[in-house]
């Protein structure tokens, strides 16, 4: 098993434009006895009230979204490339319906009760901080609304404290 080591967000040096856009990301948390993930194509890193944040979105329609609400913190897991397929799968399969996790053999392990992804390459512990709904009279460019949003199902932002980022030794 490869091992983690904590580096402080001023070390990270990876692009968020690469590593969301393009490689993707796995928003894991848990809620009671269970864990779920979503792979997620849209978020980003920055600062924001002072504090290294991430920040995610999530529909309501997903099934991750119910226990991202009911957790005070997550994680955000980033796989190299051989695990695009997994990733993909991850994405578009609903924990609801069957355990999503095991039928990709990806293994969780924890950070002081917040899962993650052993594969990952690295990891992002974050701790909530806000969440609010989009809603359509604030899209400026509204063709975005139209465009990404035909059925009403707004994403929830979450903006969340980046408490600890993990990379592979």
């Given at each position: 098993?490869?091992?983690?080591i904590e580096i402080s967000p001023e070390k990270f040096d990876q692009?968020?434009?690469r590593i969301i856009g393009?490689?993707?990301?796995?928003?894991?948390?848990?809620?009671?006895?269970k864990v779920n993930t979503m792979t997620?194509?849209?978020?980003?890193?920055g600062v924001m009230w002072a504090k290294n944040v991430s920040?995610?979105?999530i529909r309501p329609q997903r099934f991750t979204k119910e226990f991202i609400d009911s957790s005070e913190q997550f994680s955000l897991s980033f796989l190299d490339g051989s695990f695009k397929k997994q990733l993909g799968y991850l994405g578009t399969v609903s924990g609801r319906d069957e355990d999503k996790i095991g039928k990709t053999e990806l293994t969780v392990s924890y950070d002081n009760g917040v899962p993650y992804f052993d594969e990952a390459k690295t990891v992002i512990i974050c701790k909530k901080l806000?969440?609010?709904?989009?809603?359509?009279e604030c899209f400026i460019?509204?063709?975005?609304?139209?465009?990404f949003y035909p059925d009403s199902d707004h994403h929830t932002l979450y903006i969340s404290e980046v408490q600890k980022i993990l990379v592979r030794e």
């Open positions: 098993m490869n091992k983690f692009s968020p434009f393009h490689d993707w990301m796995l928003v894991t948390a848990k809620k009671a006895d997620a194509s849209w978020g980003g890193l920040f995610i979105v806000y969440a609010q709904e989009y809603k359509p460019d509204t063709e975005l609304d139209s465009k």
